[in-house]
C-alpha cells in the first residue's frame, strides 16, 4: 500500500515538474516570439519553416541580408526561393535582402535557402541567421535543426550584429540534432547559428564572391584606411597649429583687462587723448574683426574731421556736407589719403552726403591700403583676406580633386574611399579658412589694448578731465567709440554741444548718430566692403 502510494507521489511531482518547464518555455502573452525548424536537404538546400507568434493588432515586419562581407573584398551571397506564408502577412526577395510583414496571430513561413553550407578544411559548416533584422523585441526564438548526419558542433550567436555572445542555450540534442534557444532578443539583433557536419555529407554550395558595386568600391581597405590615419593626422595637426597661432588671442580675449591709459599731460597740464600703440580708428576695426568694414571708414572720417583735415556741417534737407579743411600731408596714412581722394577727388573741396548718394565713390583702394598698412604695422603677417582667399580656394580645389579622385577610383580600381577622405579634408580646409589669419605677437598685445580702450570709453567722466581739455579729448576719442560701438553712451557722457570740426548742430547728441548712419548708407553702396557691423573685442 504504502509503496502504490510512494509511485503516485512521484508521478505526480514528475508530471508538475513537466508542466512547470513547459510553461516556463512559452513565451509571454502579448509578446513577438518565433520558432524556427531548419531540415538540410540531401542537396545541400536548407528547408526553413517559421512559426511566428505575433499580438492582435501589431503589425511587424523583419529584413533578412542576403550578402554578408566574408572578408576583404569578399561577400558570401544567399539566394531565398519557396516564401509562402499560411496566416496573415507578405514577403518579398531581392538580390540583396529577404523581407518579411506579418500581421496579429499566428503565421508558419517557410521558404528554402541555397548557399547556407560552406567546406570549413576538411568539414563542412551550416550557416544561418535564423532570426535576425526584426523591427520590434522577440521574447522567445527556438530553434532546431536535423541533417542527413550527425551534426558534429553548434555555435550559436546572439545579440547584436557583430557580437560574440552566445545564445541563452544550444547543444546537439542527444548528437541527433541542434537545439537553440534565445530569450529577449532586441530589436535589430541576430541570432546566427553555424552548425558543423562532416564531409561529404551534403555537397557545400555557399557562394563567395568579390564584392561589387559601390560597396566594393568604399570598402574599407588598407589604403583607404591609410587616407583616414593620414587625414585624421592633418586635422589634429591643423588644430595644433591653429591653437598656437590663435592663443594668443584666445588669451587676449580671455584676460582680465582694465581701463588703459590713454589720458596724458604734457609739461603744460594740459590732458590730451594718445590712443595705445598709436593705433588709428580704421585699424581698430580691422585688428579686431580681421576686415575692413564700413564702420572702420566712417570712424576714420570722423578722426580726420577732428584732425582738422575735414569739416562736417549739418545743413537743410537733413543732409549733411563734408569740406576740405587743410590738404592731404605726409602724416597721414595711406589708407586716409584714400579716404580723402574716395570723398574729395582732386579738384572738389567741398560734397554733401546726399551727392555722395548719388555719385559712385570706389572703396576699393581704401581696403587695399588698410589692409596693406595693418601688415605694415606688423599686427598681422599677411593680409587677412588674401589669406582667407588661399585657404579657400585652396580647400575648394582639393575638394573638387577629391570628388573627381572618387569617382574615378569608384569607376576603376576601387579603393574610392581614398578620393572622398580627400574631399572631406578639402571641405574642412575651406570651412576653416575664416579661422586661418592669425595676429602677429605684436597684433594680440594690440587687441589687448583695444580691450583697455573699450574699458577707459566706459569708465571716464567728465570730471576725470579738466573743463578745458573736454572739448578735445571727447572730439579725439569719438571715432574710437564709433568703431568700438560706444558712440552713444560717450554722447550721453559727455554731452558735448559746440565742437571746432562739425558745425550747425542745434543738437548734436541727436544730429550725430543721424550722420554716421547716412554715411554708413553711402559708404555700404561702393559694394567693396562688409556691411556696418561693430567689432566686438
Known sequence: MLKNWGAAIFV????TSTTAAGALAQPLPGTVSTEVRMKLERDARLSVTETVQVPDGKTVKRTVPLRLAVGNDLERQYQVTDAKIDGKGSTSTDDDSFSVTLEGGQSVLTYTVAGAVAPVGDALEVRWQVAGGWDTELDKVAVSFSAPDSPTSVNCLAGPVGSSQPCTSADLADGKGVRAQEIKLGAGERVDVAIGLSAGVVPPNAVVVEQSGLA?????TPASGAALGGLLVLL??????????????????ASEVGAVTVLVRDQGGRVAFASPDGVLPGQVGTVVDEHVDVVDVTA???DLAVRNYLWITEVEGHDWQIMRRNPVDDSLSGYEKAVCEALLPHGVDAVSVSELRGRQIDLAVVRERLYADVV????FVRRPDAERNLFWWAGIVIAVLGVVATVVLALTIGNALFGLVVAVGGVALAFGARSMPARTRRGSELLEHVRGLRGYLHGVTP???PEADRELVFSRSLPYAVVLGETERWLTTFGQQDLYWYGNASDFRRSFPAFLGALDG????????????????
Open 12 to 15: 505526480a511531482v514528475a508530471l
Open 216 to 220: 566594393a568600391a568604399f570598402a574599407l
Open 236 to 253: 589634429l595637426g591643423g588644430v595644433a597649429l591653429l591653437w598656437y597661432l590663435r592663443g594668443r588671442d584666445a588669451a587676449a580675449l
Open 300 to 302: 576714420t572720417v570722423i
Open 376 to 379: 605694415e604695422k606688423r599686427w
Open 463 to 465: 570730471d576725470d578731465v
Open 522 to 537: 553711402v559708404l555700404a553702396q561702393a559694394g567693396h566692403l562688409r556691411s556696418l557691423r561693430t567689432p566686438n573685442p
